[in-house]
RNA sequence: GGAGAGGUGUCUGAGUGGUCGAAAGAGCACGCCUGGAAAGUGUGUAUACUUCAAAAGGGUAUCGAGGGUUCGAAUCCCUCCCUCUCCGCCA
């Protein structure tokens, strides 16, 4: 949620950065400061008036203990009116409050000026591209076919017990899924973050702070009995850690990683191009979540960029990084880079992670808040990204290396599988 | 799930209708003291809004959340949420 102190401050910037974003509904920007207006002016009655009438609580309560009782009751008599405008008031602010909160989260978060301006996938910038495409035989097969020659993944099964993009990790596909957890995570520690284990349902509290609700609810397993959601990713609940919290300055940057499993619906999305690992109703991420000071968060978010890019050389998987477009971004970001990996046998580019630098979007919804240098609370920024999720991985994995004898496990990965070759 | 107790500031904890944004202590910050530290001592120490103000400051709201009673609510009433103790169940 953008600062309305901020949309003041910067009408025309605003303006022009939202089209940047493809922004359709720029009037929104006038009818927030407008709001706003209504929104002080209505607050600063009611204060005012709230003020004469504690005033003359005050009086009463003096009169009372000074045995003028009459007094005091011919001051009583004129607090009705009082009453009436304050009630009155209350009701016209918090209308014009919930009015102005509409408003608000319609807006988008504004593109950093590095973002360049489109509106579709082919229109992202590629940042750069890095290792080399394999040359796969005629005969080479795609991971789910893979998946199934080599006893590593049953989708059947999943759809069994659960459904369709639940599968089954089975033997080695299951020791992979492991291996890669504990890679990551090991990967993440060295980067100096700190290892969270978080509950796998949050509550509504802490979807609206990361902005899932009220927009994406339909993106999100809801357990209805106790009113809790299944967490789409890992964000929700290591950024929620901070909801409603002030961090002293030196307690920046907090940087946190977690590995959960997520949960999308992913409603409508069926066909070639979500086809075995592809797209999954459940799937293994770890993530990274850090908070920065606003005067850091560009530096930071190519630091994890290039965290994000060492572990896929590591895995030895050609990639490249794309700087998202204005229309291709989320509501929510200012800037974000994702890492594709070269999918062989698919001929096609996956997006393995996002890394995005949120500024003070999420922040101000949240309220997460440091003291700065002149001991003034200020937002904090917020980034995150995916280090890494692990489905397409696997999927590249094993298409780009399979063999005549097998696939072979990249070498990081062997301490953590304990076998080289599946075959 | 049953029975009971309780939710106050960074923490402990007082406060049962007005003088309470809230005692006291601890912690923390700054200063004094000290060769340095401890002890001692002094001051300060919530958040948000503000078309009051240059600032100092002032006003308003907030004592789990939301409603209500009252001229006036941390304090009384109602609803919800949460925590703790005992019992039951259980990895």
């Not at 929104?28 to 005012?48: A, C, F, G």
């Not at 069994?160 to 992979?176: D, N, W």
């Not at 063999?403 to 076998?419: A, H, N, Q, R, S």
Request: aromatic letters at 8%; charged letters at 25%; hydrophobic letters at 35%.
């Amino acid at each position: 949620m953008l600062q309305v102190s901020y949309i003041r401050d910067n009408r025309e910037q605003v303006l022009e950065r939202l089209a940047v974003k493809n922004f359709k509904q720029p009037e929104l920007v006038n009818e927030v400061i407008d709001l706003d207006d209504k929104r002080r002016s209505t607050q600063t009655s009611l204060d005012n008036t709230s003020a004469e009438a504690n005033a003359a609580a005050k009086q009463i309560g003096d009169l009372m203990r000074n045995g003028k009782k009459d007094e005091a009751e011919t001051l009583k008599a004129k607090t009705s009116a009082w009453k009436e405008e304050i009630k009155k008031l209350s009701e016209q602010l918090a209308l014009v409050e919930g009015e102005l909160y509409q408003k608000l989260v319609l807006m988008p978060n504004l593109p950093h000026s590095s973002v360049p301006k489109g509106s579709t996938p082919e229109e992202n910038e590629i940042v750069l591209e890095n290792g080399v495409k394999p040359n796969l035989p005629e005969n080479a097969l795609p991971h789910w076919e893979l998946a199934t020659k080599y006893n590593l993944i049953d989708f059947e099964l999943g759809v069994k017990i659960t459904g369709a993009g639940f599968p089954v990790y089975k033997g080695k596909g299951a020791k992979l899924q492991r291996a890669l957890i504990a890679f990551f995570l090991d990967e993440a520690e060295k980067s100096g973050y700190n290892e969270v284990m978080l509950p796998l349902m949050v509550n509504e509290a802490s979807g609206f702070g990361t902005g899932q609700l009220p927009d994406k609810e339909g993106q999100m397993y809801h357990v209805g009995v106790d009113n809790l959601y299944l967490i789409p990713t890992a964000e929700v609940p290591i950024t929620n850690l901070y909801r409603d919290v002030i961090l002293k300055g030196d307690e920046l940057p907090v940087k946190n990683t977690g590995y959960t499993p997520c949960f999308r619906r992913e409603a409508g999305s069926y066909g070639a191009h979500v086809r075995g690992l592809n797209r999954l109703h459940q799937f293994d991420k770890v993530e990274l979540v850090q908070i920065v000071h606003p005067d850091n968060s560009y530096d930071v978010i190519e630091q994890m960029s290039l965290h994000v890019q060492g572990l896929l050389q590591k895995l030895g998987l050609p990639y490249r990084v794309l700087r998202l477009c204005g229309g291709d971004m989320s509501f929510t970001a200012s800037l974000t880079y994702d890492m594709e990996t070269w999918s062989a046998a698919q001929q096609r580019w996956l997006e393995v992670s996002s890394v995005s630098n949120f500024e003070s979007f999420q922040s101000n919804r949240l309220k997460l808040r440091f003291r700065n240098a002149e001991g003034k609370t200020q937002l904090a920024h917020t980034l995150n990204g995916s280090a890494l999720a692990l489905p397409r991985i696997v999927a590249t994995l094993l298409e780009n290396n399979q063999t005549e004898k097998g696939i072979k496990i990249p070498e990081v990965l062997v301490p953590y599988t304990k076998f080289e070759w599946i075959d």
